[in-house]
């Protein structure tokens, strides 16, 4: 299957800080990329997404930057909430669909 | 937003029993479902793409004939798990991408615990 990898299994942030969560993805022809958040015991969540014509795209608080040249994309939250501790995959849409491994975000009160 | 019911939530079977987990997309129509599986803080796993009407595709390692796949109608997929061993305790997601949407996003179940005694 395709590549979608995170760099960090873990992330700790306090809370009203900023969090940056990161991903890099093999597959140079992937156009659609999209964030999950999901809770324990719980299946993903939709965060965001973006296209591959697009460089930033941005939500209630949370921002998704791509950059195609490094196959590197990113998710930015922004005033972390304790609610957001989660774990979050990228995931790249296609014919299948790949997780990479996860980043586990956890936030200190 | 679009929902997917999974059901059941939890399910714990003794080894050797099969177990049917349902996933269903409530509000609109699916040519294509996946299944997934995921152990305790690791990825989801792609097991397979359920198309409706025809055959499931399988990813490479997943057993075809232990995790039946069938795809009847356009907002119902099922897996089986056959003669289901402690080994296929795990949490399983089913997911479904919405055919008469105009993007790739996909819409996940809540999953489903398996624990085979």
């Known amino acids: 299957g395709e590549s979608v990898g995170l760099h960090l299994p873990t992330l700790s942030v306090q809370e009203g800080d900023n969090s940056i969560i990161n991903c890099a993805y093999s597959n140079s022809a992937s156009d659609y990329f999209i964030w999950y958040k999901q809770e324990s015991g719980k299946g993903p969540q939709f965060i965001i997404d973006?296209?591959?014509?697009?460089d930033k795209r941005q939500g209630q608080r949370v921002t998704v930057l791509l950059n195609k040249t490094v196959k590197h994309l990113s998710l930015q939250i922004a005033a972390t909430q304790p609610g957001d501790s989660a774990v979050y995959f990228c995931?790249?849409?296609?014919?299948?669909?790949?997780f990479g491994t996860g980043t586990s975000l956890t936030v200190i009160p | 937003g679009a929902v997917v019911s999974q059901h059941p939530s939890w399910v714990i079977c003794k080894s050797g029993t099969s177990v049917k987990i349902e996933c269903r997309s409530l509000?609109?129509?699916?040519?294509?479902m996946f299944w997934y599986r995921q152990f305790p803080k690791q990825s989801l796993m792609l097991m397979a793409t359920?198309?409706?009407?025809?055959?499931?595709?399988?990813e490479q390692g997943v057993e075809k004939d232990k995790f039946l796949i069938n795809h009847a109608s356009l907002t119902l997929s099922t897996l089986t798990v056959t003669s289901a061993h402690p080994e296929d305790s795990s949490f399983y997601i089913c997911?479904?991408?919405?055919?008469?949407?105009?993007?790739?996003?996909?819409?996940f179940g809540s999953g489903t615990q398996l624990s085979v005694l």
């Open positions: 359920s198309n409706e009407g025809s055959k499931a595709t399988y």
């Open positions: 973006i296209r591959s014509n697009m």
């Open positions: 997911s479904a991408r919405d055919s008469g949407g105009t993007n790739e996003k996909l819409f």
């Open positions: 995931a790249e849409s296609g014919n299948q669909f790949y």
């Open positions: 509000d609109f129509q699916a040519t294509t």
